[in-house]
């Protein structure tokens, strides 16, 4: 890189000042991580913006870690967000606001400057595409108290909500690693409330209609979406697509199995919709399809999600379980894809991306997607919340 360029990013980027880090400790920043080194400091020239920021503490030798924990922060142009390492409670702390402004001064005068490694350009372009849609306004309200998202913080959700093989494979990989086990952080942690995500209901309980509207509206979520956005995101679509990203995010990179399951109501909501798409919200739906694109192309990217030494003693959480045809996500994108084979007018982009997302995951994990009506596609396992809710009727077909 040039010069100028350097000098420039030095200048105007946001920079991680992190003190008293012990060596191996695992430092991670949107899709990179770094291994601490004896003089690790920080990291630098970040562009200003979102971003999502995680650790994991090391043993002495760096052969076992500690679980993950994360926060998002939006940065401003030359910001120096400052932490310092607290060796009782094995985590990053905020330090005192005067001692950060005398911290953040010693940065711009280039005191650091040796300790502080640089952030990946060249990997800027995956994490927008990761985080477009996450604003200040959507970490605000979905971030946990005090900003920290751990999977410690969650392990009342192992026990009772897995339903499909996928889950239960998850929530194993959680429960059976050193992410499970009694820790003085667990015992701290275990009492604090996770994030604030948007409540998505499973199925649709409502009196005063037959049966066959109750089985109708159960099997198209559009009206589900429609009141959603206009309870919980005040119509504003683009706000649904910020979580559905922050949630993958807290998921992929903080490990969490909260996030995991945001995302999958989200997720199960929109492919779930068979009038929305075509009538009433195409944008949104080309924008979500477009998302869920980038999030499983770059979840698929084993080698490039984790650095090695993370990926060895970390649960790899999109295992096979993820590529078996049995998965949520198979049966409900080969229903979608179905619904948008046969309907009579489709937005073009939206055919587009639905295309791509069709051949990405043929082509990436070998799932077939046989041209059938949604009805003859619909196929849930035994247990799977996400099922439709049927009302047998009285008179013979």
Known sequence: MEAEKVAELVKHGSTLLFLDVPQFTLIGIDTQVFSAGPVFKGIKMIPPGVHFVFYSASNRDGKEFSPVIGFFTDTSPSEVVVRKWDPQEERLVKVAEEEEERYAQAVKCMEFDRHIGPY?????????????????????????????????????LLGVVPKTKMEKALAEQLENSKFHKESGISEKKGCQKGCYYTPIPRVVKQKGISGAELTSLNLDKTQILERILTKDYDGVEDRLLGELQFSFIAFLMGQSLEGFLQWKSLVSLLLGCTEAPFHTRSQLFTKFIKCIYYQLKYGFQRENTRTSGLEKESPLLLDDSWFSADSFLHHLCKDFFSLVSEASVVDGDLLTWTRKLREMLENTLGWEFQHQSAADGLHFEEGDEYAPVVEMLDEPM
């Open 120 to 156: 990946s350009l060249s990997d800027y372009g995956d994490w927008k595409r990761l985080s477009n849609y996450i604003t200040k306004d959507v970490i605000d309200q979905i971030e946990p108290i005090g900003g920290e998202i751990t999977v410690e913080s969650e392990s009342s």
